[in-house]
């Protein structure tokens, strides 16, 4: 069983950067492929970024294609999502996600991940 906790949200303006990490519990960590998903205010939940368990393999929603990059550092449990020149319309609750696999691949849908964070909030003003 993996518990995941993110950290890293916060109120910025349009045009900055954030850095949201994913810290995971438990030992097997390089056993899972990783993702993020966002929830906007009346919106349903959408994929954001994955990585394999290397992180040698990742894929992003094409809304944040060139601005976010996800990476992972096995070593420290974490996942992490680099977030450049954010827009008002990337405000959302953020989540990671994990899932055990047996091999490298990228996950990209929600109902694939059996284990989820809390959420962390980015608020992105204009």
């Known amino acids: 069983q993996v518990h995941l906790v993110e950290s890293g949200g916060g109120l910025v303006q349009a045009g900055g950067s954030l850095r949201l990490s994913c810290a995971a519990s438990?030992?097997?960590?390089?056993?899972?492929?990783m993702g993020w998903f966002r929830q906007a205010p009346g919106k349903g939940r959408e994929g954001v970024a994955a990585i394999s368990w290397s992180g040698l393999m990742t894929d992003y929603a094409d809304s944040v294609k060139g601005r976010f990059t996800i990476s992972r550092d096995n070593a420290k449990n974490t996942v992490y999502l680099e977030m450049n020149s954010l827009k008002p319309e990337d405000t959302a609750v953020y989540y990671c996600?994990?899932?055990?696999?047996?091999?490298?691949?990228?996950?990209?849908?929600?109902?694939?991940?059996?284990?989820w964070g809390q959420g962390t909030q980015v608020t992105v003003s204009s």
């Open positions: 996600a994990a899932q055990r696999v047996p091999f490298q691949v990228v996950i990209k849908t929600q109902d694939e991940y059996e284990y």
């Open positions: 438990g030992r097997t960590f390089s056993s899972y492929a």
